[in-house]
Every structure is written in structure tokens, then in C-alpha cells.
């Protein structure tokens, strides 16, 4: 009897949602390759590849620009699955979307960024970010770099220690402070490009590799940044409230979503050992089952508070007053904490149920790679800053 | 009490430019005030004027500027006396 083409028969429809786009593209395309991103320590591009085919690296943009209109609920429900099947595409996937939900919220008035808009439309532009420098490491709020302009012309050059994906990204969201006199903290958000069309625009230099524990595919090397252009690449908003309102709560709630994604799937490996298990001494139930109940449970905690957050986020998210207080600060910072916590217990847990199947990387039940890139959940944006950060806010926030 | 303000905003915000010279509505923030310098300099418009900044009160917004301080520390100080009166 043959078997029926699973791949072929799912191929997503036209009608397809962007969900199920990218269900597809995860289970077909992503999956496969996951294993060779991780060794190799490439991008994965047959995974953007098919993204870009599916439309969904423009996912955010409204329709209005041609876009297909998703939410942040819809994108974290699209990284959670990317992340069951490749964490690296997921993370990158990721990063690339809080760089578009940025324009969109803060350049739909400025006539360059809605015209970009199209752009990441019709071309499926992959977007990175530049947001950490060299010399104030990982606090983000601040510049050393400036923008100098002259004449409508911006000149920019950033030491950053990581830009991931740099490379292969058309283009470069860099913050630096707004002139060459503004106080570090007085940041703005600039668009250095190299897509074909504007070739020569920004050079980067190699300055430090990426030959990391986990999320190799990212390929989060350093670079010496180097872009000119014109003054309107400069986002209209301020960093600081771009990033209050929108940088922020889309980064920690999409990673959350991808973190989920490799809990999710470790838990799957670990149910399929134990129900394996149970059918190789049927009648009897296996020594890890009373582990699993427990790792179930802790996966429960950890998607209900990605999706309470996905909804207070979406419930102000026109409140502008409401996203930069304290209190909403606190609540995002706890949930890239907590989740990237959970992640690892998780896995871990996932890892002890497995055992030495899970330790290996050749096997069914191998869980080797959710470990390392779950790691890279609290070292990559340090949970000892965020924590930092959270103990000087509930100084002043007395209750909850 | 603009005077207050400016010169505890002078000792806690740790802006890089001179604030004589900065104007009442003049954001602190693009001063060079970080959110860590603002948390230090909530706590001491709290010392100074023996209030607490409720929750709605903990945002961007309050603390913008000199100017938007002193409003938030109006209102905090006419709904004391109005409980105190009471």
C-alpha cells in the first residue's frame, strides 16, 4: 500500500491563513533544515526563502499598504510555531517583525516609511536591528554613536557587537543619538538600507563571530556599521517611545512565543517517549510518566502567561499613556523573565524524561538542541539587566 | 515650587546640559534623564513634598518635563487637603 505525499497533499491553499502558512512552511521546510542551521551555524534560508514566497515577512503591514493586516496575537501564534519546528527561524523571524511593527506604528505618517511599507510588500524585505554598541554594551537607551546631517544627508557609524543576521538583512534599524550633541540617552531610529537598489549605502565590517551554545542560525556576529543616506530614513518618533510602546512589548512577547514554541515541542518528544514506552510494556506505566504530568503542567503556566500578555498588550495597545508607565514595563519585563525561565526547566525537564535518547542528537526523542537554544533565552538579552531594571521600578510601584 | 523641582531635578535626573537654561516645558528626557535617573528622582519630589505618586500618576508622561511635574504634584497636593479638610 503506498503511502499518501503528506507534503504535497498540505501544500497551503491560496485561501491559506497566514497561520497556516506558515504551519506549513515550519512542518515542510523549516523542520528539515533545522538540524543543518543548528551544525552549520548558517541563516536558514530555505526557511526565508518560503516565507518570503508565502508573504509573511510582510505579515504586519495593514492591508491598506497591502499587507496582510496581522496582530500581534496572530505573529506570536506564527513564532510559537516556527519555534516548534526551528527555533533559529523563529528567533530570526522574530526579530525581523519587531522591526516592522516599529514602522508601521511610527512611520505611517512620514511619506518615506509608508512608501517602505510597500516595499516590504512587493519585495519581502528581511529587516535586522543594531540596537546594542560597543562601550555601553547591553543597555540599549543609550548612544554613543550619532547621526550627523547635512543638507537633508545623514551620516551614521556604529560599532555594534551584534547585528543578527547583518548580512543577509536588506536592511538595518540602528538607534544612535539624534546629532552629535544630544545627550545619550536622546536616541533616534535610523534605516540603513543594502537591498540591490541601494547598494553601497552601508558596508559592515566584520569585527567578532557567532560560533555560539544555541541559536547558531542566528548568526549574531559583530560589525562595524557604516550606512549614508537621506534624513527621512530617520523614524519621526523618538527611540524611547518607540521603544516603550512598541519595541519592547513586541520583543518580549514574540520571543515568549517562540520559547513556548521549543517548550512545546520538547514536551511533545517527551510524551512520545513515555507513550513508546507504554507500549513496549503495556499494562505498566513508565518510570518518567509522573515527570511528564509535572512538565505539562509547567508548560500550561508558561503559555497562559504569553497569552495574558498578548491580550493586556492588545488591549492598550492605542494607549499611549498606558504603555509607558511603570506598571506595564514591569509586567513585560516579568514575562521575558518568567518565560525565559520557564523555557529551560522545561526542556530540561523534557531532557530527564528522555534520557540518554534525549542527550543524543540522532534520535527521535533528542531534545540536545531545545537545551542549548533555551539557554540563549536569558544570556542573549540578559535576564540580570531586565531584573536589574524591574528592582529600580518597584522602588516607586508600591501595588500591583 | 517650580524652584524645588529645578533644583531637585538638578541633583536626581543627572541631565547633561545646564538647567537654569532649560525651560519649564523642555523634555528631561531628550536632557539626557534616563528611566534609572527618573525612578531616583521620583523618590526625591516624594521625600521633598511628602507624597506618593499613585500608579496612574508612574508614567512618561508625569515626568516629561519641570513643568509637567509641577501639575502632577499640584494635584497630588489639592487632593491631600481636600482629604485632610474633610
Excluded at chain 1, 519555534?83 to 516599529?102: D, E, K, L, W
Excluded at chain 2, 523641582?5 to 545646564?18: F, G, K, P, T, Y
Aim: charged share 20%; with cysteine; glycine share 6%.
Amino acid at each position: 500500500m503506498a503511502l499518501p505525499n503528506i507534503a504535497a497533499q498540505s501544500t497551503p491553499k491560496e485561501t491559506a491563513t497566514p497561520l497556516e502558512r506558515a504551519t506549513w512552511i515550519a512542518r515542510n521546510v523549516a523542520a528539515p533544515a533545522a538540524s543543518s542551521v543548528d551544525r552549520e551555524a548558517r541563516f536558514p534560508a530555505e526557511s526565508f526563502a518560503a516565507l518570503r514566497d508565502a508573504g509573511l515577512l510582510s505579515a504586519l503591514v495593514p492591508r491598506r499598504f497591502g499587507g496582510l493586516g496581522c496582530s500581534i496575537t496572530d505573529i506570536a501564534a506564527i513564532c510559537d510555531v516556527l519555534g516548534q519546528h526551528c527555533a533559529n527561524t523563529a528567533m530570526v523571524y522574530a526579530m525581523h517583525q519587531i522591526q516592522v511593527a516599529s514602522i508601521v506604528r511610527h512611520g505611517q505618517h512620514a511619506p518615506y516609511f509608508r512608501e517602505l511599507m510597500h516595499e516590504l510588500v512587493t519585495r519581502q524585505l528581511l529587516l535586522a536591528s543594531a540596537t546594542t554598541e560597543v562601550s555601553v554594551g547591553g543597555d540599549v537607551r543609550s548612544s554613543v554613536c550619532a547621526v550627523e546631517a547635512h543638507d537633508g544627508e545623514l551620516r551614521l557609524r556604529k560599532q555594534a557587537p551584534v547585528i543578527s543576521y547583518g548580512e543577509q538583512a536588506d536592511a538595518i534599524l540602528v538607534t544612535a543619538r539624534r546629532t552629535p550633541e544630544s545627550a545619550a540617552s536622546d536616541q533616534v531610529l535610523v534605516l540603513a538600507r543594502k537591498d540591490s537598489e541601494h547598494a553601497g549605502e552601508t558596508t559592515l565590517e566584520r569585527t567578532g563571530g557567532w560560533d555560539a551554545l544555541g541559536f547558531r542560525g542566528t548568526c549574531s556576529c559583530g560589525y562595524v556599521l557604516e550606512t549614508r543616506g537621506s534624513a527621512a530614513q530617520i523614524l519621526p518618533d523618538g527611540y524611547d517611545d518607540i521603544s516603550s510602546r512598541t519595541m519592547l512589548p513586541f520583543s518580549h512577547i514574540l520571543w515568549s512565543s517562540l520559547w513556548l514554541g521549543i517548550a512545546t515541542d520538547a514536551v511533545n518528544r517527551a510524551r512520545a517517549f513515555i507513550r513508546d514506552a507504554a507500549r513496549k510494556k503495556p499494562g505498566t506505566t513508565p518510570p518518567g510518566a509522573m515527570r511528564l504530568a509535572e512538565v505539562v503542567g509547567q508548560l500550561q503556566t508558561m503559555r497562559a502567561q504569553v497569552q495574558s500578555a498578548i491580550r493586556d498588550y492588545e488591549a492598550s495597545y492605542d494607549d499611549a499613556d498606558a504603555l509607558t508607565s511603570i506598571g506595564f514595563a514591569l509586567r513585560m519585563n516579568n514575562l521575558k523573565v518568567q518565560s525565559s525561565t520557564l523555557v529551560v526547566q522545561i526542556v530540561q525537564q523534557a531532557l530527564a524524561i528522555c534520557g540518554i535518547a534525549g542527550y543524543k542528537a540522532d534520535t527521535k526523542y533528542s531534545v540536545e538542541r531545545h537545551l542549548r537554544d533555551a539557554y540563549g533565552a536569558g544570556i542573549m538579552i540578559s535576564n540580570e539587566r531586565v531584573l536589574g531594571a524591574s528592582a529600580s521600578m518597584l522602588l516607586v510601584l508600591r501595588d500591583d | 515650587m517650580i524652584q524645588d523641582i529645578r533644583s531637585i531635578v538638578h541633583e536626581h535626573a543627572r541631565l547633561n546640559v545646564d538647567i537654569a537654561k532649560l525651560a519649564d516645558d523642555a523634555s528631561l528626557y531628550q536632557a539626557g534623564m534616563t528611566s534609572h535617573a527618573s525612578v531616583n528622582l521620583m523618590l526625591a519630589l516624594e521625600d521633598a513634598f511628602d507624597v506618593e505618586f499613585p500608579e496612574r500618576l508612574l508614567r512618561r508622561r508625569t515626568f516629561e518635563s519641570i513643568a509637567s511635574i509641577a501639575a502632577a504634584l499640584d494635584e497630588l497636593l489639592a487632593s491631600d487637603r481636600g482629604a485632610s479638610a474633610a
